[in-house]
Structure formats: structure tokens, C-alpha cells
């Protein structure tokens, strides 16, 4: 039997949702690769990939099947039980990475969320209520619950919901002796975004890394890595620590873990996880079935030496193509970031318009982000085909063109 469906409107959203988002003018309903569909079937060209979490583009056929194959075997059982997806990922994980441990939960928040209750447990265990210390950076971002906006180094973020959470200190990023002047027997963690991605997409200095976790050494802290925007092969490694050497004691993905599906995850050793103990935290449908055989299926597709290396390639493809428009345009004055997070950074005279310049691109068919208001961001597919990435940069173009010359 089907059912027919109401038609829906942008103007809908004004009516009848919470107004915490200004979504643009027209509705995508239907994806394909690096394409994307509107209602009135016009069809853009997807650079902003969801913000960093369509890794593998609009339905991949690896996820559709990985996701069908799910819905029709089993959804959801609760961390009553264990379920076979969430073990085959952990599985994954633990043989990818540094970590012995996985943490299962539905976004880059709640990851973070878990990482801070690690690390002052960890403290708390081991040396007292008065290691409770966390030091995060300025300008850093690490999600919306009061704890992670707390941690997060903008105020705007966490300011006007009543008492903070207290504890937590900010120092400005890249910045190796503001960190040293700050840390304390009392820190419990150091917590560092590779590279900050809301803020600008800044890549972090691997001194400064080397030197954060030789601190958190020196101190007995735990550090870090919030990987939520760089996990997952956006950097062409499959986390930035690995391309940066540097190894944290907790990392978090998010984001691109589910190539669209809504997974988080908080990676440790063994040393550290047993401080979360039966009963010390959990959330429902963390390590759902569904979510975990799609990030399965991403992991498999993402994690091999052709996808990593030809994320290395495509980002030399848009950087040398981004360059020469903010050459010609006087747009942008220096194009950042690694692997496919690229940030480029606007000129004196378009400061502040990085909202304009995705209004024009998106005129032209072309969907790009912003990372604060000085910055335009790409964080497109990273199986985006080269045919595509020069239709829209070349999309791009024409919408800067018309920007800086109307
Ligand atoms: C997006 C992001 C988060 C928050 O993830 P949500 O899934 O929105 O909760 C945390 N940290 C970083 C670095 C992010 O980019």
C-alpha cells in the first residue's frame, strides 16, 4: 500500500522547526557520486559533502548494500546485547589504529562526551579529584553538548545556557609555550583538533603535536586527538596522527565513520578503557547494527592504499586549479589544509563574506562550505571523480568571476 506523501516547502522549515539553522533556499532530495538534486531538478555539484561526512559521495553502492543487508537482517538490540556489526568494526578499528578499545555513539559530541569522562575518570582513579584539569585551544570546536561546548574554545557556543563546565582552560593553537605555561600535575587531558576545521581548516605544526604529547608525558595527562572532521581518510592517512607521527591516548571519529549514517566512536587502549567500567556510561543505541555495518563498509572501501593515495592526488588537483582563481580573482590569499580538507583563506577586501561566496557558488550549481566567516572550505567525497572536480571548480569560477567583477 502506499501512502501518499504531503508536498513540503522551504518555507516549511520557518514554520514548524526550531530555528537554530538558516538552511539555504532549495531542498536536495536525491544524491548520486559527487551530484546532487533538487526539487525542481536542478542539479549542483557537492564539494561541502554533508560537512565532511559523505566520504564515499551520495549513495555508494558499497553502502546501499551494506545498509539493505542490515535493515533486512536486524536494526536494533540495545547494549543489552552485542550485535555482530559493532564487533566486525571495533575489529576494524583496533587493527587500524594505535587504539585496543572502541566506545560506540551517534555523533562527534557524544565521542568527545566520552573521551572528557574517560580522561577525568582515568585522573580521578588514579591520582584524585584534583587532577581534573582539561586544556583544549582557542578557537577549537568539539560539538554541542555542554560539556563539548565548554571544552570548545568559542564562547558563542557556550555562552547563555547558565554555569559552564568548569575545569577547562583555553590556549591559543600552535602554540607550544602557551600550552607549557598552562599545563599542571593538575591537567588531566589535552585535547587538539589536527587540524581545526570549523574555525578555518588550520593544520596543526607536527612540532607542536610532537610537543603537546611530550608535555602530557611529562605530566601524567592523557592527550587527546578530536578527529571527528579529519578521521576517516580526509587527510589521505586514514587518521591525521598517522600522517602527522604523533600518537594520542583517546581519539574521536565521527562524521565520516558513517559515510552518512549517524556513528560515533571513541578509540583507547586497554590501560584506559578499563576506567570506564560496567555501569560508568552507555547510551542506547550506541553501536546500532545499521550504523555499524554502513561504517563497516566505509572502512572497507576508504582504508586501502588506492582511496588513501588518490585523496593525496586530489588534493593537489583542487589546490593548483584554487590557487590560480585566488591568483586571477584576488578572492583568497592562500589556499590550507591536507588531503581533501581544504580551506581557502579570503583576501583583506572579501573578509567576512565567505556566506556571499557560497551563495554564489551554489547559484552556479556548485555546494561549498564556510569555516567561520574568513574562510571558504571544501570537503567534498574522497572517492570524488576528477571530471567532477573540474566541472565545479570550474563552476566555482564562473561564480567567483561574477562575484568580483559585478
Ligand atoms: C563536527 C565536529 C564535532 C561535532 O560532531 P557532531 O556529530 O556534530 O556532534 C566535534 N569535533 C569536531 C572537530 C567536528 O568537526
Known amino acids: 500500500m502506499s501512502v501518499e506523501q504531503a508536498p513540503v516547502q522551504r518555507a516549511d522549515f520557518d514554520?514548524?522547526?526550531?530555528?537554530?539553522?538558516?538552511?539555504?533556499?532549495?531542498?536536495?532530495?536525491r544524491g548520486e557520486g559527487s551530484r546532487v538534486w533538487d526539487q525542481s531538478?536542478?542539479?549542483?555539484?557537492?564539494?561541502?559533502?554533508?560537512?565532511?561526512?559523505?566520504?564515499l559521495g551520495h549513495c555508494h553502492p558499497a553502502l546501499v548494500k551494506a545498509l539493505t543487508e542490515q535493515a533486512n537482517t536486524l536494526w536494533h538490540v540495545s547494549n543489552v546485547f552485542t550485535n555482530e556489526p559493532a564487533l566486525r568494526l571495533a575489529h576494524k578499528l583496533v587493527?587500524?589504529?594505535?587504539a585496543e578499545?572502541?566506545?560506540?555513539?551517534?555523533?562527534?559530541?557524544?565521542?568527545?562526551?566520552?573521551?572528557?569522562k574517560l580522561a577525568r575518570r582515568v585522573a580521578h582513579d588514579r591520582f584524585g579529584p584534583e587532577k581534573h584539569e582539561i586544556i583544549a585551544t582557542v578557537n577549537s570546536f568539539h560539538g554541542r553538548t555542554l560539556f563539548t561546548v565548554s571544552v570548545g574554545g568559542q564562547p558563542k557556543y557556550s555562552d547563555g545556557f547558565g554555569p559552564k563546565i568548569t575545569g577547562i582552560s583555553h590556549v591559543p593553537y600552535n602554540d607550544l609555550e602557551a600550552l607549557k605555561a598552562q599545563i599542571s600535575d593538575k591537567t588531566c587531558a589535552v585535547v587538539i583538533e589536527p587540524i581545526q576545521g570549523e574555525s578555518g581548516v588550520v593544520p596543526a605544526d607536527k612540532a607542536y603535536l610532537e610537543g603537546a604529547r611530550k608535555l602530557c608525558d611529562e605530566h601524567n595527562a592523557l592527550l587527546i586527538f578530536d578527529e571527528v572532521q579529519t578521521g576517516v581518510g580526509r587527510t589521505g592517512s586514514l587518521y591525521a596522527y598517522q600522517h602527522y607521527g604523533v600518537t594520542p591516548d583517546i581519539l574521536t571519529s565521527a562524521k565520516s565513520l558513517g559515510g552518512g549514517f549517524p556513528i560515533g566512536a571513541m578509540l583507547t587502549t586497554t590501560d584506559l578503557a578499563k576506567h570506564l567500567a560496567v555501569g560508568t556510561h552507555g547510551t542506547t543505541y550506541g553501536g546500532n547494527p545499521l550504523a555499524c555495518a554502513v561504517a563497516c563498509a566505509v572502512l572497507d572501501v576508504v582504508n586501502t592504499p588506492e582511496t588513501l593515495a588518490?585523496?593525496?592526488?586530489?588534493h593537489e588537483r583542487f589546490k593548483a586549479r584554487l590557487e590560480k582563481i585566488g591568483q586571477q580573482s584576488g578572492l583568497f590569499t592562500q589556499v590550507r589544509g591536507v588531503g581533501?580538507?581544504?580551506?581557502?583563506?579570503?583576501?583583506?577586501?572579501?573578509?567576512?563574506?565567505?556566506?556571499?561566496?557560497?551563495n554564489a557558488a551554489e547559484k552556479e550549481g556548485v555546494m561549498v562550505l564556510q569555516a567561520g566567516p574568513d574562510v571558504v572550505r571544501f570537503a567534498p567525497s574522497l572517492v570524488v571523480e576528477d571530471a567532477d572536480i573540474d566541472e565545479g571548480l570550474a563552476r566555482f569560477e564562473r561564480a567567483v568571476v561574477k562575484l568580483t567583477q559585478g
Open 310 to 314: 588518490g585523496i593525496k592526488a586530489k
Open 15 to 29: 514554520q514548524v522547526m526550531v530555528p537554530n539553522y538558516s538552511p539555504a533556499a532549495f531542498i536536495p532530495v
Open 340 to 358: 581533501l580538507l581544504i580551506g581557502c583563506v579570503l583576501s583583506d577586501a572579501w573578509k567576512g563574506k565567505a556566506k556571499d561566496i557560497l
Open 41 to 55: 531538478g536542478r542539479e549542483l555539484i557537492d564539494f561541502a559533502g554533508g560537512i565532511a561526512v559523505n566520504a
Open 101 to 116: 578499545r572502541a566506545f560506540f555513539c551517534n555523533s562527534g559530541a557524544e565521542a568527545n562526551e566520552a573521551a572528557f
Open 95 to 98: 587493527d587500524a589504529t594505535f
